[in-house]
């Protein structure tokens, strides 16, 4: 088994949807998914924000579901009201979603964004109904938004992340990936970070497994919620953390060191010592290589 300083150990073949690492990250995921039509559709609203519709062709019948006063989703109705929330949530993540009354896709989608707002309660929700109103039409030109359903994600007043065209799942993971603060998934800074966790667990025969991600990698947000249920799961034993690569300098630097070129990265420890690392974000394969590197046996 080598070191930490010293691992250098080749990545695995057959890899399973992996992002090639690059210092200088594109804003959006690779795994970005646009809307049906979009070219038909971006001249449709073009056309309805100089008038009083903001109402995509297709649109259905049906309206999104309204909100309730015991939901903790908080509808906006203008550029005010939208950065006062922002400004209020501080640290806090805060989900919009961008919708149209008559967008079957903005219904379809928004019971689950409620759903999800019942459960993370470390997140803020939003919702803005893009041809409400003229201040409404404003917002969501000033936002540069094109196409509803739309998903954008905040941090401190500035926008981190944003989807279209995406399902329950997509949503649900990306809420994870970016809104994570306090679940068994330690969080990860820097080396000295790294190293206090490693030193932490010397000695308690726990394996450590290292989720090495950039902050817009599509592979890394589509297998998180993979970590974050297996952490729950395997609390006995196992012990989950997460570094983004692209935080920091000092986070960047420790990729390097550890050659990783591919993300996500899986780096499994144990007793102070690396013992291996598993490349990819399929599912069945991390939960395989965690299992083996647990000295569970797996056959298959």
């Known amino acids: 088994m080598a070191s930490l300083t010293n691992f250098l150990a080749k990545p695995l073949q057959n ?14 995921p690779s795994s970005f998914i646009p809307s049906t039509k979009p070219k038909q559709f971006l001249s449709n609203l073009e056309t ?3 008038g009083s519709n903001f109402i995509p062709k297709a649109a259905a019948a049906s309206g999104v579901k309204k909100v309730n006063s015991d939901e903790r989703v908080q509808k906006v109705h203008s550029i005010e009201e939208f950065d006062e929330a922002l400004r209020a949530a501080k640290n806090r993540l805060v989900v919009v979603e961008y919708a149209a009354s008559r967008s079957f896709e903005s219904s379809k989608i928004y019971p689950f964004m409620v759903d999800l707002s019942r459960t993370c309660n470390d997140v803020d929700f939003l919702l803005v109904m893009g041809d409400e109103n003229e201040k409404t039409r404003e917002l969501c030109k000033r936002e540069k938004i094109e196409q509803v359903p739309h998903f954008s994600f905040y941090k401190n007043m500035e926008k981190i992340h944003e989807e279209e065209g995406i399902g329950p799942d997509q949503l649900m993971g990306d809420v994870l990936y970016y809104g994570d603060s306090h679940s068994s998934v330690v969080q990860l800074h820097s080396r000295e970070d790294v ?3 490693i030193d932490q667990h010397k000695v308690d025969n726990k394996l450590l497994v290292l989720d090495v991600g950039l902050k817009h990698c599509g592979p890394c947000v589509k297998v998180y919620p993979t970590v ?9 034993t196992v012990v989950f953390a997460r570094m983004n690569g692209d935080e920091n300098e000092s986070c960047m630097q420790f990729l390097r060191d550890m050659n990783v070129i591919e993300v996500p990265t ?7 010592q690396i013992c291996g ?8 394969e991390l939960i395989g290589e965690i299992l083996r590197y647990q000295g569970v046996r797996v056959t298959y």
């Open 15 to 28: 890899l399973v949807s992996v992002t090639k690492l690059n210092p200088f990250p594109s804003p959006f």
């Open 48 to 50: 309805n924000f100089k």
């Open 195 to 197: 190293e206090r966790l």
């Open 228 to 236: 974050v249920k297996l952490s729950r799961q395997m609390s006995d």
């Open 266 to 272: 899986f780096v499994f420890i144990r007793d102070g």
């Open 277 to 284: 690392r598993y490349v990819g974000s399929g599912k069945g």
